[in-house]
């Protein structure tokens, strides 16, 4: 790898870890945030506070994806990146210095819930814009090279993971309530100004310079999206919908339902996702590399034929090392199919809409779709314990079925016309 084209993975990545690491810190800190920022109550009600909190987020990710995919593909990726950096790496940092509901009371949680609609929001660009820095800049081999951004959901979910883990093993319980759970946010400030520094280094993308030179920039890329490409982007979002969905119900339905019936702990559970996270991170690449050979729907398909498999025995057959095996194969499942799905809804589209049409099917799909899975799942749930599996297998097999329909794009030409519109 060249000195350039390992400045334009880095500066993809950064942006990317540390969104993801500022969306699980939420979620790994779940208790620590409840006690600092919601009134006193028994700490089920406040976990499921604060977890409410965290899922407001998602609903300001497809309006970043409108915003910052419009100006993305009129006046570049470059500065786009560099914008939601700032935007993640303030909204994670801050909120290590928010006082607390003790200390200001209603205000604070009304800064908490402004910092997490923020953090959504730059997320909503963040996701696509770095795809389109590293695709956009390999002409060979996308699959292994967008396989580094894809990578960084692991890794930001087991970075969360891991320093509260740490933080709680060095620190006694008080110091951790106290001030100690600050520390992981504030380390987001660090991560900014590193990455700010390396995303001002790269080029604006080639590709998009070229779209730029033969005037072929929209006015208004989300008219020409849903003008020109409304079937490619209906098939790119029910497979971003169900590689989600596998994500959601893997890392928080499951080690859910082994908790509550006390299977084992939220400490084990943890652990448990930590491997899970690991898994993804491996075959991510897998999935990648093997996506430039068979092409990116063999491997969306295959992602999906793992979770039908594994899905009825994650939930019935339960016991503690049953749910280490279980998450290592979501981890499997999602990791082998994530790359893929990131290529296929960036290289579907032509360059003067690219931004908007996968930052809009990425976002769209979770916020909408993958991110209300768990619960979805758990009403579902409610009425009969058959039905906890029925909504991630709907969106499953609608996915297989869209990996069918859709182009395959693993030898498209991103500056050519080949995939100008709908076919």
């Known amino acids: 790898m060249e000195k350039v084209q390992r400045t334009v993975i880095s500066a993809a990545m950064i942006g990317t870890i540390l969104e993801w690491y500022g969306i699980f810190l939420f979620s790994s800190g779940a208790v620590y945030i409840g006690a600092a920022f919601l009134p006193k109550t028994n700490a089920l009600t406040a976990i499921a506070s604060v977890l409410f909190v965290f899922a407001i987020g998602f609903f300001m990710r497809p309006v970043g994806a409108v915003v910052f995919g419009h100006y993305g593909d009129k006046i570049g990726r470059k500065r786009m990146l560099i914008l939601t950096l700032i935007i993640s790496g303030l909204s994670t940092g801050f909120v290590g210095v928010l006082p607390t509901y003790a200390q200001s ?29 590293t695709l956009e800049n390999f002409k060979k081999k996308r699959g292994l090279w967008g396989s580094f951004v894809q990578s960084t959901v692991g890794i930001g979910l087991i970075l969360g993971a891991v320093a509260f883990l740490i933080l709680t093993s060095i620190l006694p319980s008080s110091a951790m309530y106290a001030w100690g759970w600050r520390i992981p946010y504030l380390l987001a400030f660090f991560v900014l100004v590193i990455g700010v520094f390396i995303r001002l280094r790269i080029p604006e993308t080639p590709i998009f310079e070229a779209a730029k030179k033969e005037k072929e920039i929209q006015k208004y890329p989300i008219s020409g999206l849903f003008k020109q490409h409304k079937l490619n982007l209906l098939l790119s979002t029910l497979i971003v919908a169900s590689s989600g969905t596998i994500y959601y119900v893997g890392i928080t339905l499951i080690p859910s339902l082994y908790e ?20 993804e991170i491996l075959f991510v690449f897998i999935g990648g590399i093997i996506s430039d050979k068979v092409g990116r729907r063999v491997m969306a398909i295959v992602a999906n034929l793992v979770f039908i498999v594994i899905v009825f025995p994650s939930i019935f057959l339960r016991g503690a090392g049953l749910l280490i095996i279980f998450l290592l194969l979501y981890g499997v499942s999602h990791g082998i199919g994530y790359t893929s799905e990131g290529d296929i809804i960036s290289e579907i589209f032509p360059t003067n809409v690219r931004y908007t049409g996968n930052s809009f099917a990425y976002q769209f799909a979770n916020a909408y779709v993958a991110g209300p899975a768990p619960y979805a799942s758990l009403a579902l749930g409610a009425i009969s314990e058959f039905l906890y599996p029925v909504y991630g297998l709907i969106f499953s097999v609608l996915a297989i079925g869209s990996a069918l329909k859709i182009k395959e794009t693993k030898d498209v030409d991103l500056e050519g016309e080949k995939n100008r519109n709908d076919k």
């Open 105 to 133: 009371g209603v205000s604070a949680i009304i800064l908490l819930i402004i910092l997490r609609l923020l953090l959504g929001f730059g997320l909503g660009g963040e996701w696509g814009g770095a795809m389109l820095l």
């Open 260 to 279: 509550v019936e006390n299977i084992v702990t939220v400490h084990f559970a943890q652990i448990a996702i930590i491997g899970f996270g690991l898994a």
